[in-house]
């Protein structure tokens, strides 16, 4: 299993920044990919940026050129550099971890995903 914990959320004024990170521990060497999602008030649950096992990097329409997404060498936080922020990335951000397992001979393979508790991010104008 993988345990997830967010923390970095807070509120800030429309144009500044702040970092998010997520600490993972127990079946780390197990994790493939590595996500942020965010859910605002009545809505449901978006994914904001992907970093793959490979280095690739996605990220939505609505923060790219704003957003990056980053691991540390260990590969056991997950960190989200947001910056300009505006009202509308006001949200609960939640990070996610896939790990890939192969379950039969013929290379099938399952994915687990975990998930942090969410953290708050609310930016005033």
């Known amino acids: 299993q993988v345990q997830l914990v967010e923390s970095g959320g807070g509120q800030v004024q429309a144009g500044g920044s702040l970092r998010l990170s997520c600490a993972a521990s127990g079946s780390i060497s197990d994790i493939n990919d590595m996500y942020w999602y965010r859910q605002a008030p009545g809505s449901g649950r978006e994914l904001v940026a992907s970093?793959?096992?490979?280095?690739?990097?996605n990220y939505a329409d609505s923060v790219k050129g704003r957003f990056t997404i980053s691991t540390n060498n260990a590969k056991n936080i997950v960190y989200l550099q947001m910056n300009s922020l505006k009202p509308e990335d006001t949200a609960v951000y939640y990070c996610?971890?896939?790990?890939?397992?192969?379950?039969?001979?013929?290379?099938?393979?399952?994915?687990?995903?975990?998930w942090g508790q969410g953290t708050q991010v609310t930016v005033s104008s």
């Open positions: 996610a971890v896939d790990r890939r397992f192969v379950v039969s001979v013929e290379g099938a393979t399952r994915t687990i995903r975990s």
């Open positions: 970093l793959t096992s490979g280095g690739s990097t």
